[in-house]
């Protein structure tokens, strides 16, 4: 199975919802609003938690200091800088425990 792209989701999201008579361009553009807001609000310093999914927070990864694998006598110095990491709610993760199955599966294959 490919990875899930924006696009795929557009879509399955439309034909779930087919009923009700929305577009993809309607969903296409509620999606981008909704991201749009969570990396506004994530650039301003908030977390961003959306229950039952997970939660969206900023980390700080510290200063350290760096090699060139090409000249690993070189070092140099790698600035702090800020990350988000997702913390999956319990309903998440209980939903993504049942992939292990198929994830052993696509390994063997």
């Known amino acids: 199975m490919p990875n899930l792209n924006k696009r795929d989701l557009v879509v399955a999201i439309t034909n779930r ?5 929305i ?11 909704m991201l ?3 990396v ?11 229950r039952n999914f997970g939660q969206f927070v900023l980390v700080e990864s510290k200063e350290r200091i760096g090699r060139n694998p090409k000249k690993p006598a070189e070092t140099t110095v ?8 997702f913390r999956p709610s ?3 993760k209980a939903e993504i425990a049942k992939a292990l199955p198929y994830m052993r599966q696509r ?3």
């Open 40 to 50: 506004e609000r994530l650039s301003s310093g908030d977390d961003v938690s959306l």
């Open 78 to 85: 790698i600035p702090a800088r800020s990350m988000v990491k």
């Open 23 to 33: 577009t993809q361009q309607v969903v296409g553009d509620v999606m981008d609003s």
């Open 17 to 21: 919802l087919g009923q009700h008579d």
């Open 90 to 92: 319990t309903e998440t």
């Open 36 to 38: 749009d807001i969570i």
């Open 107 to 109: 390994r063997r294959s």
